[in-house]
């Protein structure tokens, strides 16, 4: 049966790739480099993860080198290999995520006009709350590499496009008649 | 004058392949022309702890310049390497290995349309991220005839190469270095582990006296 990492699983096999790292500095990367904003991954959960990932053969783990050492973690080919392949699949693949915007379009009659514009206005606010939010980071987290900046132009520019498409649909929804 | 007399590397390529991307092994003898930089000098020994803050301040202050030359250039764009220049007073210190007698800065190349002007922009819209970062300048430098390597691997293993250049290379080519020792940082390395960390070498000659 073909192996499915989880997501957490992938983002730790590729970190342990860049280098070889035990797992306190694995908590303090992710923390440094804003990972922990769009993974479900907690500090007790990195060492689960790096557990599943050893005994799937993905991962070994050196023997420290005194009572204190830390446990280093390397890729191991297999490990490499499923990366590349899953990696591969990340970016090829489009995933389709839910927007609660969906649900909240549906039903948008069963508002009156006045609560449903109120409501859409404030989804504005937070999207425009979020650009500025985006491009602070952008700019404390200083330097990125190239692949990591055209990640976050892929961001921005999402929520350029909602924030221009809930200006039209104001608008929109405004000056249609009753 | 925006750019007066500075060779756009963006578009020559031959030149910067030549300056940035020399082959491993072996020396080689190349023309560094004047090149414009966003300067930060160091402060105290090259110890990490020190480095570290330096470079990180040093690529946020240039922020709005990468950007608007990555909308300028498009797929041309560049991304400029970091750069670190070592000496002494005493340039013995410098062979000997005694950082404690280092005097180092750390720079990184502009385009050629970013002047004093513009990079002083730059560093003020990033002011607020700059909290307690050193001062950090606009300067243009030529190194002229230098020699350099590409060194792959751990730092370790610099000296073993800067010792054959030194005491073996250029002696035997009748030349001597004069002016700062200077390393480029290929690779970055919280990214890359040291044992594929590329860096360029680099070192201003002047023929023996």
Known sequence: ?178 | MLGDGLIDLTKDRTLLRTLYAPPAGGFSIVEVPKLPFAVLDGDGPPVQAAIEPAVKALFTAIYPIRREARQRAGKSFVEAPLEILYWAQDMRDLAAGNREAWNWRVQITLPIWADADHLARSVSDMQAELQGAGPIRYDVTAEGRCVQTLHVGPPAGIPETLARLYDDFLPRMGLEPEGRYHEVYLDDWSRVASDRCKIILRQPLRSAQ
């Open chain 1, 1 to 178: 049966m073909e192996t499915r990492l989880t997501d957490a699983e992938l983002l730790l096999l590729g970190l342990v790739d860049e280098m070889p790292r035990h797992g306190y500095e694995l908590e303090q990367l992710i923390e440094k480099r804003g990972m922990r904003e769009w993974t479900q991954i907690g500090f007790s959960s990195i060492y689960f993860v790096l557990g599943k990932l050893e005994k799937a053969g993905f991962v070994s783990a050196g023997v420290p080198a005194g009572a204190k050492a830390r446990k280093v973690f390397s890729i191991t080919p297999a490990g490499r290999e499923i990366l590349l392949q899953q990696t591969v699949s990340a970016l090829g693949a489009y995933r389709p995520s839910s927007s609660s915007l969906l649900l909240g379009m549906v039903h948008w009659q069963s508002l009156t006009l006045d609560a449903a514009l109120g409501a859409l206005e404030a989804r504005l606010s937070s999207i425009s709350q979020e650009i500025d939010r985006l491009e602070s980071v952008r700019r404390q987290r200083q330097p990125m590499p190239d692949h990591v900046e055209v990640l976050f132009d892929f961001l921005a520019g999402q929520l350029a496009a909602e924030r221009h498409w809930i200006t039209t649909t104001l608008d929109y929804m405004r000056s249609k008649p009753c």
